[in-house]
């Protein structure tokens, strides 16, 4: 069973930065893709950005480029998530999840984290 577990959230003001974590078990990411996604109140979840398995191509939401960068711990076991320049419209709660690939489709994703609040404001 692949479980996936964040951290990192927190308060930080507009402008500032932080890096989550997601810590992947069960699995390695030779095999598994994982993607960030965030949900604000009220609102839709949404796709951030995507690291392949293997050869780790990475993808991002139009909103985040340029501020976010994915990339993968040595251990194989670990996805990060640098967010600079925050703003308070990515104030959200950030879910890692585990698929085959980076589908567009939420619904491919297999595995899902229980997610950590970030929340830009001054």
């Known amino acids: 069973q692949v479980q996936l577990v964040e951290s990192g959230g927190g308060l930080v003001q507009p402008g500032g930065s932080l890096r989550l974590s997601c810590a992947v078990s069960?699995?390695?990411?030779?095999?598994?893709?994982v993607g960030w996604f965030r949900q604000a109140p009220g609102k839709a979840r949404e796709g951030v950005s995507c690291?392949?398995?293997?050869?780790?191509?990475?993808y991002y939401a139009d909103s985040v480029k340029g501020r976010f960068t994915i990339s993968r711990g040595n251990d194989k076991n670990t996805v990060y998530l640098q967010m600079n320049s925050l703003k308070p419209e990515d104030t959200a709660v950030y879910h890692c999840a585990a698929a085959w690939g980076c589908p567009d489709s939420l619904a491919e994703y297999d595995y899902w984290g229980q997610g950590t609040q970030v929340t830009v404001s001054s």
């Open positions: 690291i392949s398995a293997s050869v780790g191509s990475t």
């Open positions: 069960g699995s390695t990411l030779d095999y598994h893709a």
